[in-house]
């Protein structure tokens, strides 16, 4: 319990952090969902069962950031469906384990950014590379395409991100394959795929543009 306590005391200090950004203020509000014995176990066992790494903490350390949209209408159901396992009707992710799907942070229609869980701490978001992504989920969907607040709020919070850590890659989620061919790909079933379309081309373009300066590397080519 000492561990777990230690994981969220930065919840505890306050709801809100503020930190200097030269595009302007970044403001993350601490939301963060369950995260108890039960999930920090499903989390290392989905690290060694499923990237092949024995740990002793679920922990990450970032290189990436991957974007997402929810396909979920609204914050409080997405943070409702975050539970530590999954409850049914997602046989094509509980096959490959029990841990439920999650992310670092989710920033709302009006560009709120939310903190679920501690930067470096482990969340299930993207096949093959969970061990080193840090998980911006979007409200959003096919039918709701992400607008320009959630642009700018992805911009501020990855120049956040790339300050704090060695990242070197951001990528949409329906770019994550592109990475099956190259040495950060860690997935022990080479079946265990998924198609996806979030958060799309023309937005990843978009925010691509406006991270020009931070010279991110290029997507890996096929």
């Not at 809100?16 to 969902?33: N, Q, Y």
């Not at 950031?65 to 914050?75: F, K, L, Q, R």
């Not at 607040?149 to 850590?165: G, S």
Request: hydrophobic letters at 40%; glycine letters at 6%; a positive charge.
């Amino acid at each position: 319990m000492e561990k777990l306590s230690t994981l969220f005391l930065s919840f505890l200090m306050g709801l809100l952090v503020l930190a200097c950004s030269p595009k302007g203020t970044l403001r993350i509000i601490d939301k963060p969902i369950t995260w108890n014995e039960e999930r920090e176990q499903l989390s290392l066992e989905y690290l060694k069962e499923r990237h092949g790494l024995i740990q002793k903490i679920a922990s990450i350390t970032p290189r990436m950031v991957v974007v997402h949209w929810t396909a979920i209408p609204s914050i409080e159901v997405t943070f409702d469906v975050f539970n530590p396992t999954l409850l049914g009707g997602r046989a094509d992710l509980t096959g490959a384990s029990r841990l439920n799907v999650s992310s670092q942070f989710l920033i709302d229609r009006d560009g709120t950014i939310f903190r679920l869980l501690p930067d470096t701490t482990f969340a299930r978001h993207v096949i093959g590379l969970n061990y080193l992504a840090i998980g911006i989920e979007n409200i959003g969907s096919d039918n709701m395409p992400l607008n320009k607040a959630q642009l700018e709020a992805n911009e501020k919070l990855i120049r956040y991100l790339k300050r704090k850590y060695p990242i070197d890659y951001v990528i949409g989620h329906h770019e994550y394959q592109m990475f099956r061919s190259t040495d950060l790909w860690k997935e022990t079933d080479p079946n265990y795929l998924t198609v996806k379309s979030d958060p799309g081309d023309a937005f990843m373009h978009k925010l691509r543009k406006k991270l020009t300066d931070l010279k991110l590397n290029p997507l890996p080519l096929n």
